[in-house]
């Protein structure tokens, strides 16, 4: 349990009116408040600024019994505080790209005001929305009710965590492939269920699809990232850019100097854009300049990425790409290749370790060797190591720390704030 | 590895996807799903979808509160103006934005108009700020050191110029807000990552410890290897050793680099509100462009906590904008300015005094086992290549 700070706690009257100073500094200023909005809620608010007075966490663990083994989590005011409070909440699966009609939403919103504090979580870390509960007995009848209307609870613990997609085909030009089909269907594998429903790995295993290069569900930091690319050069419409060129939306200049891989060249004289296909690196900058003459190119496929992650054993990894899956991939094809994976992981990992962590010290070579990844991927490539970083976190010396206090006074005087 | 065959009272999940994807999309999403063709830019925050059906689509970006909280009151006003100028739906995005879908330009400015009445902010896109992510920090967290949201309501009310766009940025600028090196507001990955640092060992209260190593007599038996605690700790640092009859864990400071795995899994694990700070980290980046995807490089590894308003941290962000703003070219990120004028000249242009020589602090076990921490920025520019 952590300690009271040294420096000691306010008794709890003198606590709770600190706290509140401390809650109306931050409903100030023209940036939306988390404070306002929690005001109208049943959140224990004075908790929350107690903990911000004394410098430390206000909340220590807690938990719930319910029939559900992920997704249920409650937190406990720390003794020492003086104050009690209790913060229970539930973590829901998320509609298919994020889309909340407003008859369902309010129906939502409903069973929120009526079992919950009535605050919500829109989207979490996860990608789940997080529905904070004023008992602990609720919990059951919180997620019945969810259930009645077509979610539940989940994605917590050692499990696949929830599944996270961008928007896709529904709502944007660029989508290589139909990334919400793909999450439906591997939502509907009894495989995937097993897995988000009981804790079963050595760690969290975090699927994440991308319509794209420019990565808005963040599949470069998933444990099983799918981004949608294509093969050669972008699609040129020549004459709708040339037509766009001469009303002056877009400058042929411009494209080539923006172009990180001088893939891209503008002919004058015949008013003809070439990209070299060798070159091109999909950076997707030409496309978001002179889009739709430039589009993704004909030619579709899934770049699969493994191993990101931010809370791994040895830190914070970016993933490694290991080959093409075709666009139009099955769900079950894709569950598969993630068996693989977890059979390798489950075998080499120590426990709260990622998939990561194991191709560290396995090698990447020696993964994709032993995970058979070659039965499920295309056009692997011949490269796959990556160059070492170093140590973001460590501990500093207080001389160190007094370089930097100085800088901020310096720039705190200088900017005014 | 499968899972293990459900028992008795084992709950069959209900996903949203057992009611299949079209019940969910609102219908103009569902007639041109994957029709989508051209989009175009209404001033900031707005943006205008074209189909091959000729049919439009206006989507209108508020920005979410710290930590994505909004009360179910909120919530139903944002619900009853999606009815009344709206198509009758909301989207959240995953950087927990709200927005606003509906069919004509008239409607998404009377939609800006409104929600800005309820005190929400319409921006982002192109070159502005396009958000800023808290993790929950102090609302739920046991676990983080720093309040993460708090700080991300005081850096949002200087940025604030950034995200409608009153003053344009040179490229696209997201900021993450984390309360600890878990980094749960989304990484390192990002143009700015703030995170809360310990800045001391950590301290180790033995009446908790016993709930998370086992039983002396079994410690007794088993090797040290295989004790959890022990095996969380990506640097040897923690050690059990014998009092007596007892067994605690001992922490080898020289070798802890404040990753804040043991406090994952064990509360005994402590620290002092002093020495706890804010690290800053610049230059990442998820998506393609550029230089291509990439963790950010520590920049600033502690500055001093002062809630509510955190005065210093929020000055030296606004520094570091300021400096890319005025230096970058036109579609530069952060990382691209960095990358083109280098580490030396962007630190000479902050001010700041050094750069954090990490390498040189590194524990002898990491570096000869393993490099901790991986950048890859050398790595994707090779592979982008293949891909």
């Known amino acids: 349990m952590a300690y009271p700070p040294k420096r000691g706690v306010p008794p709890p009257d003198k606590l709770k009116e600190l706290a509140e100073q401390y ?19 049943g959140y224990p608010l004075h908790v929350y600024g107690a903990g911000l007075v004394v410098g430390k966490s206000p909340w220590a663990p807690s938990a719930v019994r319910t029939r559900y083994l992920t997704g249920t989590m409650a937190r406990i005011a720390r003794p020492w505080l003086g104050l009690p409070g209790e913060e229970i909440h539930l973590r829901v699966f998320h509609t298919p790209g994020r889309f909340l009609k407003t008859d369902w939403f309010r129906k939502l919103l409903d069973a929120i005001r009526e079992y919950a504090i009535g605050l919500l979580e829109v989207v979490g870390q996860t990608g789940n929305m997080i529905i904070n509960i004023t008992k602990k ?96 050069a972008p699609e040129v419409d020549q004459e709708l850019l040339r037509e766009k060129v001469k009303r002056g939306e877009v400058d042929p200049r411009e494209l080539e100097r923006g172009c990180v891989s001088g893939a891209i060249s503008w002919d004058p004289v015949r008013q003809e854009l070439r990209i070299n296909e060798k070159r091109c690196v999909k950076c997707m900058e030409c496309i978001r300049l002179a889009h739709p ?52 992981w489950d075998k080499y990992g120590m426990p709260k370790q990622r998939i ?25 490539p011949a490269f796959y190591e990556k160059m070492p970083d170093d140590v973001p976190y460590r501990i500093l010396p207080p001389e160190e720390r007094q370089v930097y206090a100085e800088y901020a006074k310096k720039v705190k005087q200088e900017l005014g704030i | 590895m499968s899972a293990p065959p459900a028992g008795r009272g084992a709950i069959e999940l209900v996903f949203p996807a057992h009611k299949g994807l079209e019940y969910w999309l609102p219908d103009v999403i569902r007639r041109n799903y994957g029709k989508w063709k051209e989009r175009r830019f209404h001033g900031y925050g707005i943006i205008e979808h074209i189909s091959e059906t000729g049919e439009r689509v206006f989507t209108i970006k508020v920005s ?38 509906t069919d004509s330009l008239d409607k998404a400015l009377k939609i ?13 896109w192109r070159n502005t700020l396009w958000g800023i992510n808290a993790c929950t920090a102090f609302l739920t967290c046991q676990i983080g050191v720093t309040d993460a949201v708090s700080l991300a309501k005081a850096i949002g009310d200087q940025l604030k110029p950034y995200f409608t766009g009153e003053i344009p940025l040179p490229a696209k600028l997201r900021v993450f807000v984390s309360g600890c090196p878990n980094a749960c507001a989304g990484g390192t990955a990002m143009d700015i990552s703030i995170i809360g640092v310990w800045g001391a060992a950590p301290i180790i209260r033995e009446d908790i410890l016993p709930v998370c190593i086992p039983p002396p007599k079994a410690l007794a038996r088993i090797p040290e290897s295989k004790v959890f605690m022990v095996q969380v700790c990506p640097v040897g640092a923690l050690r059990v050793k014998r009092v007596g009859e007892k067994f605690t864990l001992e922490l080898i400071e020289a070798r802890c680099i404040n990753c804040v795995r043991c406090k994952d899994n064990c509360d005994a694990f402590d620290y002092e509100p002093e020495e706890v700070g804010w690290g800053i980290i610049v230059g990442g980046r998820l998506s393609n462009t550029g230089s291509g995807p990439r963790v950010g490089r520590m920049l600033i590894p502690w500055l001093p906590s002062n809630p509510p308003r955190y005065p210093e941290v929020v000055a030296v962000v606004k520094k570091i904008v300021e400096v890319w703003r005025q230096n970058a070219r036109p579609g530069e990120r952060i990382g691209d ?38 950048r890859g920025e050398w790595v994707w520019r090779r592979v982008r290549d293949a891909i």
């Open chain 1, 356 to 380: 990561a962590d194991v191709i560290i010290y396995l090698g990447i070579q020696r993964f994709v060797k032993e995970a058979e990844l070659d039965k499920f991927l295309i056009e692997m």
């Open chain 2, 64 to 101: 979410g509160t710290p930590n994505a909280r909004f009360s179910a009151d909120t919530l139903l006003k944002f619900c009853d103006i999606a009815d009344k100028y709206g198509i009758g739906a909301l989207r959240i995005t995953t950087a927990a934005n709200v927005e606003f879908i």
């Open chain 2, 112 to 124: 800006k108009e409104e929600v800005e009445k309820l005190g929400f902010l319409v921006g982002g």
């Open chain 1, 23 to 41: 809650l109306k500094e931050l409903e100030k200023g023209p940036w939306p408040s988390h404070v306002t909005e929690l005001r109208k809620t």
């Open chain 1, 293 to 344: 003459a430039i589009k993704p190119g004909r030619e579709k496929r899934i770049a699969v990425l493994l191993g990101g992650n931010n809370k791994g054993y040895y830190g914070v990894k970016l993933g490694w790409f290991v080959g093409y899956l075709p666009p139009d991939v099955s769900a079950k094809r894709v569950v598969d290749m993630m068996e693989k994976i977890w059979e390798v």
């Open chain 1, 137 to 232: 007995e609720y919990a059951e009848v919180v997620a019945d009710k969810l259930r009645e209307l077509g979610t539940d609870v989940g994605g917590s613990a050692d499990a696949i965590r929830a599944l996270a997609a961008c928007v896709g085909p529904a709502l944007c030009e660029f989508a290589c492939y139909d990334t919400l089909k793909l999450w439906c269907d591997l939502h509907l594998d009894p495989r995937v269920h097993e897995n988000i429903r009981a804790p079963n790995f050595h760690y969290k295993f975090k699927p994440k699809l991308s319509g794209c290069p420019f990565d808005c569900a963040r599949a470069n930091r998933g444990d099983l990232g799918l981004l949608g690319t294509w093969k050669g």
């Open chain 2, 337 to 374: 300015l960095i990358d083109r004028i280098s580490w030396a000249r962007f630190t000479e242009l902050l001010g700041l005094p050094r750069l954090p020589a990490d390498y040189m602090y590194m524990p002898e076990h990491a570096r000869t086992f393993m490099a901790y921490r991986w």
